[in-house]
C-alpha cells in the first residue's frame, strides 16, 4: 500500500504539500482557512508516540492550501505512522482530517 505521506530521514525535501477540501463535499471549493491554523499531527503505529506535531503554513487561505516543512534533524528514526490534519478555525471549531480513519505517513531510513 502507498503512504499518503512519505518523508526520508536526514532530507529536508519533498515538502508535504496540500489543498484541503471540505468533508462532507470534496468537489466543491476548498477549505476556507482565513483565521484558521493548521497542524500536521502524527504519531508512531505501533508505540503510539508522537513523532510530529507541528502547524503547517497556509500558503493561500482562500484555496486552502498548507504546506509542512521540516529540517533534516526533524526525525531520528525510520516510523510507520498513522497521521491527521487539525484545522482549527477562528471562531474554535476544530476539524480533523480524514474525518474517518487516519492518513498513512511513513519516515524512510537513509544511508546517510
Known amino acids: 500500500m502507498t ?4 518523508f526520508k530521514r536526514g532530507g529536508t525535501l519533498p515538502n508535504y504539500t496540500t489543498t ?3 468533508p462532507d463535499s470534496p468537489d466543491t471549493p476548498p477549505l476556507p482557512l482565513a483565521g484558521a491554523t493548521v497542524r ?3 504519531a508512531d503505529r505501533l ?5 510530529i506535531d507541528q502547524e503547517l503554513e497556509i ?12 529540517d533534516a534533524s526533524a526525525f531520528d ?3 510507520d505512522c498513522k497521521a491527521e490534519i487539525v484545522v482549527t478555525f477562528g471562531d474554535g471549531g476544530i476539524l ?3 474525518t474517518s480513519g487516519q492518513y498513512q505517513l511513513v519516515i524512510e531510513d537513509s544511508l546517510i
Open 3 to 6: 503512504p499518503d505521506i512519505q
Open 20 to 22: 484541503l477540501y471540505r
Open 40 to 42: 500536521l499531527v502524527a
Open 47 to 51: 508505540t503510539r508516540e508522537t513523532i
Open 59 to 70: 500558503l493561500d487561505a482562500a484555496e486552502g492550501l498548507c504546506q509542512y516543512t521540516h
Open 77 to 79: 528514526a525510520a516510523a
Open 96 to 98: 480533523i482530517l480524514p
